[in-house]
DNA sequence: AATGAATGAGCGTTCATTCAT
DNA sequence: TATGAATGAACGCTCATTCAT
């Protein structure tokens, strides 16, 4: 009964991150009760509404990426770390997590992971920047969000050009001067 | 009543533009036209239907951004034509076009202006590469899409930091060999 | 401007009219309007609301009848009257009538036209009873009641053939007994 | 639940079928829910779409009177059968059959049991003629509009009265020659 | 525990009616 | 006075959620 019970809870999940990857996060509970083969009456007894299934979906992606970072942490060239987390990234569907953390989530979890996230991936920037790999005149936290942006709110499907372009913008090349970060920045949010 | 329906009209598509900015496309109708202070029929007077007003929103901004391009384009240096036609960018709501462009649009203008400005800015790029400035190992075409998706795709306000690194990125280092394209791009969906 | 507003007064009721003949009576006010080459506002100048101008064409048509009603009663032979009278009906879009007569009409002018009418022709039935050229057995106001239901609830178009049979079936036939009415009515409403 | 389903889902055809009789074909699916005792969903989970739920009640009727034609057919006298089948005929709302068939229905069951139906009849119709008991001068055709017309778009509660003076206006009188088709018809769309 | 029928709030849209011009 | 823009209640329909089986 529980082997069933866990089976069908997880087909629920992977259905619904399926059809959200591929038709949006606007699919229907319904879909995805049919997709994972069940009734909608199954899906509710595993998650309460809507949003705790999308949370929970982004949870166990958080939780993921959470585990590979830390994996990372700590590991020369940093640059390289960064460039397997990223690699790690595009495989998940982060792009969910977006709006349910600016959507004040029900479960604490998920801005825990994100602060977790973040602060392991700027340490790991940070190492990449004392190692001169990283232009030391992008802060962490910025160097963060640059990347999450980029691989986050792009699409489902990552796109590489994309994520390597980004990449080389933060990247100190190796045999110059850092480049000079263009000016104040003037009228952008601040840097 | 000219003046005041023109007002309308304008009241309604910022609030379609303002709101589907802060909440994503899916806002209601009536919170549009509760948002532009009329009420729903007024909204219907203005636009025949959802797409209608959604696609009228993407066609000033498709058609504003067209003028900018247009004015940029032979002036040089490149390099800083592009630079101001981002900035010009940031401003818009082009992230609404995004799937107005891929689901069919019923007006002919979207794809048209869509072709134009793609390859008006393919050309910026084109001329930024060939006066140095551009590194000339990605297409026109790519950078295009690349910087197109950067700008339209990561989020309604446009991140600055994002976009400098990214043109950071194409751009070539003015006084060493362009950066050699790292490898052969292996598994991404093609370079 | 007093024959203008006559002149609009009438162009509305006709489109009116022809609207309603040729697309059910569910035509929209903005139709009928632009129909008859005015705006929404000077049909609501003219007619306080639909049902007044619904109203309005079903009194007209009714005073209509009439009056062509009153100048065939007393005329011999009344059944030739009579045929002359349902040819006049084919004519009247009579079936908007009914709706607003069994629906409490608004103006009084409504049931009485259709009492006077109804009587009028009951007289002239009862006429051509006497005369013999009417069965004698079904009741005047059964008679107007059947050549009612036939000429205005079947369609805009009046069905010859069936105002042809139905005749037949109330007329005498010159050179017999008249028929005898089928039995004792049984099960309907009353006979 | 099967049993439940199966008691709403004639609840709502019953309820349509009412409404529509007494109302007008434009009832609201509020109406129709509420008079079922059902929420609109439950309605919606029946039949896909207003026009789906109307073709419904269509076909039912129009089975149900092929069943009861088919089952007269062949039987003599062909006068009995027909009045019979008129009497089935009054029972049923065919009125709302008429909008239906005229605006391309969905379902192809719809102008396809009328075909049948209608030809079904016309074949009473010429048994009549041929026992000597139906006026030959009438194509079967245009008896089977005739009575069509009388009893179905004659308002929804058939009108005895009517039936009966059109079937006696159709009927061959027992004793006297057949009554000469008055004159040739003249304005009409055709005799 | 699983099912899917039932529910009803809410969405996109229409249209009779009002009112500023 | 004539116009047509504005209004909002009401409609057809969807879908997250509940509940009887």
Redesign the pocket.
């Known amino acids: 009964?529980r082997a069933?019970?866990l089976r069908?809870r997880s087909a629920i999940a992977d259905a619904a991150l399926r059809l959200a990857g591929e038709r949006g996060e606007?699919v229907?509970?319904?879909d995805i009760a049919r997709e994972a083969g069940?009734?909608?009456?199954?899906l509710?007894?595993h998650f309460?509404?809507?949003?705790a299934l999308l949370e929970d979906i982004a949870v166990d992606a958080l939780r993921e990426l959470r585990d590979a970072t830390r994996a990372e942490a700590g590991r020369a060239p940093a640059w390289e770390a960064l460039l397997r987390i990223v690699d790690h990234c595009v495989a998940l569907p982060l792009s969910l997590t977006k709006s349910l953390l600016t959507d004040e989530p029900e479960r604490a979890e998920l801005p825990e992971l994100e602060v977790e996230v973040t602060s392991l991936i700027a340490g790991i920037v940070a190492d990449a920047q004392r190692e001169g790999d990283l232009r030391a005149d992008v802060p962490p936290a910025e160097a963060v969000r640059v990347l999450n942006v980029a691989v986050c709110r792009c699409g489902a499907r990552a796109d590489d050009h994309l994520t390597r372009v980004v990449l080389d913008g933060l990247r100190v090349p190796k045999n110059r001067r850092p480049p000079v970060w263009r000016g104040d920045e003037g009228r952008g949010e601040g840097s």
């Not at 069940?38 to 199954?42: A, D």
């Not at 309460?48 to 949003?51: G, M």
Request: net charge neutral; charged share 30%; proline share 5%.
């Open positions: 009964m069933d019970a069908n606007a229907s509970m319904e069940v009734g909608v009456g199954t509710y007894r309460p509404d809507r949003r």
